[in-house]
């Protein structure tokens, strides 16, 4: 009824059979590309915050955006979305 109430379509744990339920730490896998969503997020925030986004990259030991994985895609969202690292970062990496 709360569900409802608050118009959520989301199933809980005792609405999906055993054989349905797969925990999402099962299922991650940061070692795979990176996906559409992280590279959307990494091109924007590097727009925003006027880094280079390619040059970023390779500081990263990555020749492009495409090499990158799951979890260090993780980590470079993490790094652009800490200002304080940012501030640490070398000058090559932004915008002149």
Not at 13 to 29: G, H, L, M
């Amino acid at each position: 009824a709360l569900r409802k109430a608050l118009l959520l379509s989301v199933a809980v744990k005792e609405e999906i059979s055993e054989e349905e339920y797969v925990p999402a730490s099962a299922v991650s896998n940061d070692n795979g590309p990176i996906t559409s969503t992280q590279k959307h997020t990494i091109i924007s925030l590097c727009k925003r915050k006027k880094i280079v986004m390619e040059e970023l990259i390779k500081w990263g030991k990555d020749d492009n955006i495409d090499e990158v994985t799951k979890g260090k895609a993780i980590k470079i969202i993490k790094f652009l979305n800490d200002d304080e690292k940012i501030g640490k970062a070398p000058k090559h990496i932004f915008i002149s």
